[in-house]
């Protein structure tokens, strides 16, 4: 069973950045696909951007595209997400996501980290 766990959350201003880290807890890690999700308050959970098992291929969200940037350090079983030039509406909970290539939906998901963007 693959246990995700994300930290790196918190309250900034608007323009500033935070990196969040996902840790796995399986040396198996290489084998996943990883993403990151968001849901907002009284809003439903979003797609925010994704990497393929070893780096080659990300996709992102168009609302965050040019300012966020997902990456992976398979040797630290890390995924993490960049997130520069913030804005308000990018507050909510983030979601670490795990899934084999293979499958269509994400089957692991880690407990959250909460970010605020406010002045």
């Known amino acids: 069973q693959l246990q995700l766990v994300e930290s790196g959350g918190g309250l900034v201003q608007p323009g500033g950045s935070l990196r969040l880290s996902c840790v796995a807890s399986?040396?198996?890690?290489?084998?996943?696909?990883m993403g990151w999700f968001r849901q907002a308050p009284e809003k439903e959970r979003e797609f925010v951007a994704a990497?393929?098992?070893?780096?080659?291929?990300?996709n992102y969200a168009d609302s965050v595209k040019g300012r966020f940037t997902i990456a992976r350090d398979n040797a630290k079983n890390t995924v993490y997400l960049q997130m520069n030039i913030l804005k308000p509406e990018d507050t909510a909970v983030y979601y670490c996501?795990?899934?084999?290539?293979?499958?269509?939906?994400?089957?692991?998901w880690g407990q959250g980290t909460q970010v605020t963007v406010s002045s």
């Open positions: 996501a795990a899934k084999p290539l293979e499958l269509s939906d994400y089957n692991y």
């Open positions: 399986e040396r198996t890690f290489s084998g996943y696909v």
């Open positions: 990497i393929s098992q070893i780096g080659g291929s990300t």
